[in-house]
């Protein structure tokens, strides 16, 4: 079955630390992961999109790897800063139909 | 940048009601998505259109509809809403080319209650 799972299901850190947000996946065929941020209220917003080929991809703050031998991805944010509240979702692309299958996100509070 | 917008962020409605939710997008994109986001769960798709007046299933088309008159506009409809649909619904737009990656962009969400 196609599954992305997402870890923790939510985490609280205080504004200026670093944290890593894990995904799993057992997709396939792989076409290409994204992770989103979603703010409260609002709709998703694409952070990084990584094909099979690309390990780390980074936009600002953001780092995202890809291990695409054990189906793994995480998402790394650096001195946290109260703005990055928000629910970060991993999203898997299937090559076969372009299909996107979500994960349930990770719900981040930065605490000042 | 991609502007998708949607009629209304919040509505309360009630059982058995028909409902209208309207999504624009000013990108000319070809594809637009209805989804619905509920809490613990990643989003469901239920209806996506990749071009004028043509629909394709998603995940959980049951209980709703679709319309695509025009390029820009897509329409979800709850014929008769019931109190399981009250959730978030998102409208999405993209490109596609062939074997391309293409990005999804999102409307702000309309956070339905049918009581």
């Known amino acids: 079955k196609n599954q992305v799972e997402q870890s923790p299901q939510s985490l609280i850190i205080l504004e200026g630390k670093n944290c890593t947000l894990q995904?799993?996946?057992?997709?396939?065929?792989?076409?290409?992961l994204r992770w989103y941020k979603q703010d409260t209220g609002r709709g998703p917003v694409s952070l990084t999109i990584?094909?099979?080929s690309e390990n780390t991809k980074s936009n600002g703050r953001y780092t995202a790897t890809l291990d695409a031998d054990t189906k793994q991805s995480s998402l790394h944010i650096t001195a946290s800063q109260l703005s990055d509240s928000a629910s970060y979702i991993c999203?898997?692309?299937?090559?076969?139909?372009?299909?996107?299958?979500w994960g349930a996100g990770t719900k981040l509070i930065i605490k000042p | 940048d991609v502007k998708v917008t949607q009629s209304s962020r919040y509505l309360v409605k009630r059982t058995g009601e028909k409902v209208f939710l309207e999504c624009v997008q000013d990108?000319?994109?070809?594809?637009m998505f209805w989804y619905r986001q509920d809490p613990g769960l990643g989003l469901r798709l239920i209806y996506f259109?990749?071009?004028?007046?043509?629909?394709e299933k998603g995940d959980i088309p049951e209980g709703y509809s679709v319309s695509r008159e025009k390029k820009e506009r897509f329409s979800l409809i709850l014929e008769s809403a019931s109190t399981n649909q009250t959730s978030m619904y998102l409208c999405?737009?993209?490109?596609?080319?062939?074997?391309?990656?293409?990005?999804?962009?999102f409307g702000p969400g309309t956070r339905l209650t049918v009581t």
């Open positions: 999405a737009s993209s490109l596609t080319t062939e074997r391309t990656i293409y990005e999804q962009y």
């Open positions: 990108m000319d994109h070809e594809n």
């Open positions: 259109s990749y071009d004028v007046k043509m629909k």
């Open positions: 995904c799993n996946y057992t997709v396939s065929p792989f076409s290409n």
């Open positions: 990584m094909t099979f």
């Open positions: 999203v898997v692309c299937m090559d076969s139909n372009y299909q996107l299958i």
